[in-house]
């Protein structure tokens, strides 16, 4: 492909000190401040802001009114240096926004492939995978984590510092307070676990005997009463040889918030995987 200078709208607002790679378009009445690097082949649309310290990799899609890098929302008005850090290929639909770190230094984090949809909001201090969506009108809490390949369902709303796991996925209007399993589905105000991820985890080309394999310790961990302090061991050794069930026990062991379990009304039917 033919290297091409940046091509900005008449009626931009674009700092001299921004840097723009090769490719880069930037739209009508977009504003770019200072320090602020923009990769190849990146478009920028119309009334998007991007403020300081946003670093933002090639390939990406930032649509309409999209606002990058504003100050966390906190109570302290004193100013700290930090950042925005966004990967490859995401798209980023209309009034979404991403806010920076909380602290000096700090960075706010998306990975590469992920799909932010409209007003969608990603707080201060944030860690994003990939392959990550984020449905319409989702918002995350400040600190919170996304595992690779979740998907959010329009509404959630996510509590500060929880912990979403990968391939996991939230049903719309979710209230999320505790942290999310990777490998499952949870739904509910609050959320609470109802089964395994089978599409999502077919769809990533997990096989038949891998998903089992999920599904039976999923079902051990969260559909039963017992205390986990208890039920890890057993199950870390029961299913040894499954690297997808050892990421499930360290997520649990490294739950700060506790994971949230399922409802009495819970069961896990042999079609689901």
């Known amino acids: 492909m033919q290297k091409l200078a940046p091509a900005i709208h008449t009626t931009a607002i674009v700092s001299p000190q921004a840097i723009l790679e090769e490719n880069v378009e930037i739209g009508p009445y977009a504003v770019i401040a200072p320090g602020v690097r923009i990769g190849k082949n990146t478009r920028v649309m119309s009334h998007v802001l991007i403020e300081k310290n946003t670093q933002i990799g090639a390939d990406c899609l ?7 890098g504003m100050p966390a929302q906190v109570r302290s008005n004193a ?3 930090s950042f925005v850090v966004i990967g490859e290929q995401n798209v980023i639909r209309e009034n979404a926004t991403i806010h920076a770190g909380m602290k000096e230094g700090s960075k706010t984090i998306l990975g590469n492939k992920n799909l932010l949809m409209v007003n969608a909001h990603v707080a201060h201090d944030c860690v994003l995978g990939d392959n990550i969506v984020l449905s319409n009108n989702v918002a995350l809490g400040g600190h919170v984590t996304v595992g690779d390949n979740a998907v959010l369902g329009g509404f959630v709303g996510v509590h500060q ?15 999320v307070t505790m942290d999310v399993a990777p490998f499952s589905i949870y739904d509910g105000h609050p959320a609470k676990f109802r089964g395994i991820n089978a599409i999502g985890l077919k769809r990533s080309g997990f096989s038949a005997e891998q998903r089992m394999q999920i599904k039976k310790a999923l079902k051990l961990l969260f559909l039963k009463r017992s205390n986990f302090s208890t039920l890890l061991p057993k199950i870390s050794k029961e299913f040894k040889d499954s690297p997808e069930v050892q990421s499930i026990l360290d997520f649990i062991h490294h739950s700060k918030r506790g994971v949230g379990r399922a409802s009495a009304d819970v069961s896990m039917s042999e079609e689901e995987t």
């Open 161 to 175: 510092f929880v912990h979403i796991g990968e391939l996991s996925m939230l049903g719309g209007l979710s209230k």
């Open 79 to 81: 100013p700290v240096n």
């Open 62 to 68: 930032i649509y309409s009114g999209v606002v990058l």
